[in-house]
């Protein structure tokens, strides 16, 4: 049975945020969300989603959201986040961060891919 991890974004990190706006909305892009004085903004291409985010991490990020769509809107019957990682963990994978399995609601966990590229999977709800 495949794992369904919700909604899929790639988080950019960026040197420029002004820049990396302007060369997003070039490319068809525009504002969804997010602060650029916060130095971080959610852009969208139709149902492409990137997230532009200025001195807050190294290196990009393949993000998911259990329990949102690709439009950022909640979806019903979703996987928890606790549930995925207890799945992945069963499967030998080790987590950089993992979730408070005695919490609900809002948690994330992050683990890497063979090739070192960072996989976070962050529920909001």
Known sequence: MALDLGAFSISL????????????ETLGFAETGGNQAQNWLIMR???RVIGLFQGM?????LTFNPGWNQMAQDVEGFT????????????GL???KEADAST????????????GNVILID???
Do not use: W
């Open 94 to 96: 080790t987590h950089a």
């Open 80 to 91: 928890d986040v606790r549930d995925i990682q207890e799945r992945l963990k069963s499967a």
């Open 104 to 115: 609900t609601g809002p948690e994330s966990i992050m683990l890497s891919d063979p090739d």
């Open 57 to 61: 991490f190294e290196g990009n990020i």
């Open 123 to 125: 529920q909001h709800r």
């Open 13 to 24: 990190s960026v040197k420029d945020i002004a820049a990396s706006r302007a060369f997003y």
């Open 45 to 47: 291409n139709g149902e």
